[in-house]
């Protein structure tokens, strides 16, 4: 398990806090062959139980 960091919530925090909630963002969208590091797209894959993310 990854430590949390100070001033970031938890995995489980951020889960419970989203949970039913649209995100959006400004974040450009990547080149093909970027990788995606939008901050909501990586929200939600922790939101939705991706561990990995």
């Not at 430590?3 to 970031?8: E, K, N, Q």
């Not at 093909?32 to 939101?47: K, N, Y």
């Amino acid at each position: 398990m990854a430590p949390v960091l100070p001033g970031y919530p938890s995995k489980d925090e951020i889960r419970r806090d989203l949970d039913g909630k649209d995100l959006a963002c400004r974040c450009p969208l990547p080149e093909p062959g970027e990788i995606d590091w939008c901050h909501a797209r990586v929200l939600l894959e922790i939101a939705n139980g991706d561990d990995d993310a």
